[in-house]
């Protein structure tokens, strides 16, 4: 019998064996401790050789590939389903890590073979829709058709899951009837030896910004460059690093260089998940995300269990990772209450000991070794026991 998860995170497909990401190796190390025939559903990137930072599968984990990308839009959707029918023969129940176009497709061919579904819910393609800033005359009329499909998509996928597994309540209290089993968890892959209780709070030189995502607009970059130029009007002396890669970082340096403030920006690119991320982190005097929807950002427990002081914007489920003062919000797409909120961890060293120490226990509160656990346990209720195996079949290595 075999489990199989489809996620948009691509694996590496090499002559020395399937590799993933250490973040996202992690994070699927949760399901393959407790699940005896695992089977992984993505796109695929084929390299001569892994990148460094890379974990290797173990064997008993059988990585498919559904696309490999890039692909135009209706190609994908095509690929996808076909692979998807090849894929999912023997397999028994699956995990859909959903929103993703993969994830979606595949649920769809999923459902015609009357495979049992477990929905993860890890953010919300409706809020993404109703907040989407692209001026594209053709995306401003059809973002309410959009909204609405996404809403039904959600709507459905919910329903016709065996149980859901929510990251952050929000998404739960949106789509989740009550009765139906339910996990609400906080998606985090830091382990406890690997936080960092902040002891000096002095600012460094120039004062440290650190904004950490893909680089898509729905991260909220605008109003984040936006609060740039303000706290430089400001006369803030700041530097702005971002890690991470997208679509959206030319514009960006093109923004930074018009506004005069290019040379306080440094693009850092994917920096390893691990003790390079961790570094960044702790270098840094405030994290920042302002993202437009989310369902709980790793990032931001990134950000709290490195004891360093997190601002965010109140959307999704940031509300429930950043209660009782564990960080300061904003609204979303508001420069103007972006800037003062930095402004404010910057220029009170009692405020940034305050949030850095909360924050840091409440990251405390979600370490990955306890949503294991709780993955496990949760696991066991509505998957059957011949899915399972009694004891890890694979012990997690430090990353």
């Known amino acids: 019998m075999a489990f199989a998860i489809v996620s948009q995170e691509p694996h590496a497909r090499t002559p020395a064996g399937v590799f993933l990401s250490p973040g996202v190796w992690k994070s699927f190390s949760q399901w393959w401790s407790v699940l005896r025939d695992v089977r992984l559903l993505q796109p695929a990137k084929h390299l001569s050789e892994p990148p460094a930072d890379w974990m290797r599968l173990p064997d008993f984990v059988d990585a498919r590939e559904l696309v490999c990308p890039p692909v135009g839009f209706m190609e994908r959707r095509r690929i996808v389903m076909r692979n998807a029918k090849t894929h999912l023969q023997g397999v028994d129940w699956l995990d859909i890590r959903h929103p993703s176009y993969e994830a979606y497709y595949t649920g769809i061919v999923a459902k015609k ?22 001026k594209s005359l053709l995306r401003k009329l059809t973002r309410k058709y959009r909204a609405n499909k996404a809403y039904r998509i959600y709507c459905e996928l919910v329903a016709e899951a065996r149980g859901v597994i929510s ?9 989740v009837p009550k009765g139906k089993p339910l996990l609400v968890t906080a998606n985090n892959v830091v382990e406890e030896h690997d936080f960092f209780a902040r002891t000096d709070f002095s600012l460094k030189t120039p004062p440290r910004i650190l904004f950490v995502a893909a680089l898509h607009w729905t991260k909220g970059l605008q109003p984040l460059f936006e609060a740039m130029t303000i706290l430089k009007s400001r006369g803030q002396e700041f530097q702005l690093v971002v890690a991470g890669v997208g679509e959206a970082q030319k514009a960006l340096q093109q923004y930074a260089e018009k506004e005069g403030f290019a040379d306080r920006v440094h693009f850092a690119g994917v920096v390893p998940h ?19 929807s989310e369902g709980v950002a790793r990032v931001i427990h990134e950000a709290m269990s490195q004891g360093c002081p997190a601002v ?8 429930w990772l950043l209660r009782d003062g564990a960080g300061l919000m904003v609204p979303p797409s508001d420069p103007q209450a972006l800037a003062e909120a930095i402004l404010s961890v910057l220029r009170d060293e009692s405020l940034r000991r305050r949030l850095s120490e909360q924050g840091f226990q409440a990251a405390r509160e979600h370490c990955f070794e306890k949503q294991r656990e709780e993955i496990a346990d949760f696991l ?15 012990q997690h290595p430090p990353v």
């Not at 982190?281 to 437009?292: M, N």
């Not at 965010?312 to 509300?319: A, D, K, M, Y």
């Not at 066991?380 to 694979?394: A, G, M, W």
């Open 380 to 394: 066991q209720t509505i998957v059957p026991r011949e899915l399972l195996t009694e004891q890890s079949q694979h």
């Open 274 to 292: 691990g003790s390079q991320l961790y570094g960044e982190y702790r270098k840094a005097d405030v994290f920042v995300l302002p993202s437009l």
């Open 113 to 134: 073979l009357k495979i049992p579904i477990v929905a993860e819910l890890h953010g919300d393609w409706h809020e993404v829709a109703k907040s989407e800033t692209n």
């Open 312 to 319: 965010s914007t109140n959307v999704g489920g940031t509300p």
């Open 167 to 175: 990251i952050g309540p929000a998404l739960a209290e949106k789509y």
